[in-house]
């Protein structure tokens, strides 16, 4: 099956830096990439979708310049999230999809902790 | 505006039984519907999908039944086993070729509970 990967799995950091989680498909060239958050016992929100060599298409109320999402590569694509607060700690889960199918693969999180 | 509704928000079962679980839309325009099951701390996995020229799609222990007239689908979970306790999530799209690129709109979830 496609695998997708995400590094960190967990990253803990101070409120007022900056955080990168990648994701990454290994065994496919992902057209589109999704990123999502997930509160405690709660859906998967989405946040962005992205396409590769375009910028990325947020959802309302996801403020851009505060998560930066750039998708450089077919395999790549990476979440920054500047100047991070208490309020951004959450779970931080990637997408995947191949050229022409509606399957999304996903990554197994990132777990965000601002301290 | 909650695109996809699912229930019950819980569910526990005993070793053996059948788990149920419902989802229903409004949107005609989803067309492709997967079930996803998520352990804690994990990313959702894909269990089973169904598109909506097909009532009835099973792959093991895991059943789809969709009725497209009433816009509804469910998951049936058969010779429920403790491996199984997990979060379920129902989810419908429009396809990758609609304007939203594949985008999934997830239900809120249902955490299963298998008794031993």
């Known amino acids: 099956g496609a695998v997708v990967s995400q590094h960190p799995s967990r990253v803990i950091c101070k409120s007022g830096t900056s955080v990168k989680i990648e994701c990454r498909s290994l065994d496919f060239q992902a057209t589109t990439m999704f990123w999502y958050r997930q509160f405690p016992k709660q859906s998967l929100m989405l946040m962005a979708t992205s396409n590769e060599g375009s910028k990325a298409t947020y959802e309302q109320g996801v403020e851009k310049d505060k998560f930066l999402i750039n998708h450089a590569s077919l395999t790549l694509s990476t979440l920054t999230v500047t100047s991070a607060h208490p309020e951004d700690s959450s779970f931080y889960i990637c997408s995947a999809t191949r050229s022409q199918t509606d399957t999304q693969y996903f990554g197994p999180g990132t777990r965000l902790t601002v301290l | 505006q909650q695109q996809v509704k699912q229930s019950p928000q819980s569910l526990i079962v005993q070793k053996g039984g059948i788990s149920i679980i419902n989802c229903a839309y409004e949107?005609?325009?989803?067309?492709?519907f997967p079930w996803y099951q998520q352990f804690p701390g994990k990313g959702p996995a894909l269990l089973i999908a169904?598109?909506?020229?097909?009532s009835e799609k099973k792959e093991g222990r895991f059943t789809i039944s969709f009725n497209k007239s009433a816009k509804q689908f469910s998951l049936h979970i058969m010779d429920s086993q403790p491996g199984d306790s997990a979060t379920y999530f129902c989810?419908?799209?429009?396809?990758?070729?609609?304007?939203?690129?594949?985008?999934?709109?997830f239900g809120r979830g249902t955490q299963l509970t298998v008794w031993p």
């Open positions: 169904i598109r909506p020229d097909v």
């Open positions: 989810a419908a799209s429009m396809g990758y070729r609609g304007s939203t690129l594949g985008r999934l709109y």
């Open positions: 949107n005609t325009a989803f067309d492709y």
